[in-house]
């Protein structure tokens, strides 16, 4: 059984600072892994995904993930932070059995950007 | 470029009540998904349709129906509403494969008094 755990639920940065949010995962195969951003009252966006190539993955809007294996993680990263990243992230896994899939959310984490 | 339509986008509701949240997309794909978004709770299935012609449950079916009318919809009907299930109600699609990202609507908002 898949599963996924965003490790914390609020992460706090100034504008300019780095940020890191963490997802770790739990998969019985090889999965793909994906991180969404919802921006308030909107629906979620793809900011980028795993699928077994690179283990580097760069997104949209200058964030990036780093999938590793051995720690069963993949943490969000972005060098300076802008006031319009603050939003909602999410974290998902998702395995294939059987030909169908259903991803499994993590319970997201809210990025707060200080001016 | 529309993508995934939701309506309606807000609601209110009285217990007992039944109301249908419609969903299309116009992207050709053959998966379909209803959510539901709870403070702190991250998105949970309710149920979902791997393909036109099937629908099965999710981790939070009880309350629900859904109908797979043809590729572009998919609704999800509440036949007698009730409190806990004010909620945000988000419909997403995708291409069938685990490595294929679901494309999201902008929610309906339902309200349950």
């Known amino acids: 059984a898949q599963s996924v755990t965003q490790l914390d639920s609020h992460v706090s940065v100034s504008e300019g600072t780095p940020v890191l949010l963490r997802c770790n995962y739990s998969?019985?195969?090889?999965?793909?892994l994906f991180w969404y951003v919802q921006h308030p009252n909107k629906g979620l966006q793809l900011l980028l995904k795993?699928?077994?190539?690179?283990?580097l993955v760069k997104g949209i809007n200058g964030f990036e993930a780093e999938f590793k294996k051995s720690e069963t993680s993949f943490h969000l990263t972005k060098p300076s932070a802008h006031m319009s990243d603050a939003a909602e992230y999410f974290c998902?896994?998702?395995?294939?059995?059987?030909?169908?899939?259903?991803?499994?959310f993590g319970r997201g984490t809210s990025l707060i950007v200080h001016p | 470029n529309a993508g995934v339509t939701q309506t309606p986008k807000f609601q209110v509701l009285k217990t007992g009540q039944s109301m249908t949240l419609q969903c299309a997309q116009d992207?050709?794909?053959?998966?379909m998904y209803w959510y539901r978004q709870d403070p702190g709770m991250g998105l949970r299935l309710i149920y979902y349709?791997?393909?036109?012609?099937?629908?099965d449950k999710g981790e939070v079916p009880n309350g629900y129906n859904v109908s797979r009318l043809n590729k572009r919809e998919f609704s999800l009907r509440l036949e007698s509403a009730a409190p806990s299930q004010t909620s945000v109600y988000f419909c997403?699609?995708?291409?069938?494969?685990?490595?294929?990202?679901?494309?999201f609507g902008d929610g309906t908002r339902l309200s349950i008094l």
């Open positions: 349709s791997a393909s036109e012609g099937t629908t």
């Open positions: 992207m050709n794909h053959n998966s």
């Open positions: 998969s019985s195969y090889s999965p793909s």
């Open positions: 795993y699928t077994s190539a690179a283990t």
């Open positions: 997403a699609s995708s291409e069938r494969g685990a490595d294929q990202p679901q494309h």
């Open positions: 998902v896994v998702s395995d294939p059995p059987g030909g169908s899939y259903i991803p499994t």
